[in-house]
């Protein structure tokens, strides 16, 4: 795969699996591409917000807004250039704040094969 960069519109955003709320995501790198990686963008709506065990280990970067992540050690929140690491097996609980929040990740390996 050549070097590409990528922005927000060059994902597909759609309701993240599982979920009635406004929380969307959409890869733009992933197993399609022969990546070992899946790299994408996420949207959370105010105060929108999603329960999950972690089925890969995931790596949030927050672009706009806030949101907390809260797993068994507690709770952490993140605004804009902050970086929130979830490791794969840790039961978390994902919440915008109210002005919702705009994400970058990247999970190891690929989340929509090991949500199947």
């Not at 065990?53 to 804009?80: C, F, K, N, Q, Y």
């Given at each position: ?81 902050e970086i929130v690491h979830m490791p794969k097996g ?20 690929h989340w929509q094969e090991a949500r199947e």
């Amino acid at each position: 795969m050549p070097v590409r960069k990528f922005a927000v519109a060059d994902a597909v955003l759609e309701r993240s699996p599982g979920q009635d709320g406004d929380v969307f995501a959409g890869n733009v790198v992933d197993q399609r591409h022969g990546a070992p990686v899946s790299i994408g963008f996420g949207r959370y709506g105010p105060g929108e917000g999603i329960e999950e065990t972690m089925a890969v280990d995931d790596v949030m970067i927050v672009l706009e807004g806030r949101l907390s992540v809260s797993g068994g050690a507690g709770t952490v929140t993140a605004g804009p250039g902050e970086i929130v690491h979830m490791p794969k097996g840790e039961a978390v609980t994902i919440r915008a704040h109210e002005q919702g929040a705009l994400t970058a990740y990247v999970t190891y390996p690929h989340w929509q094969e090991a949500r199947e």
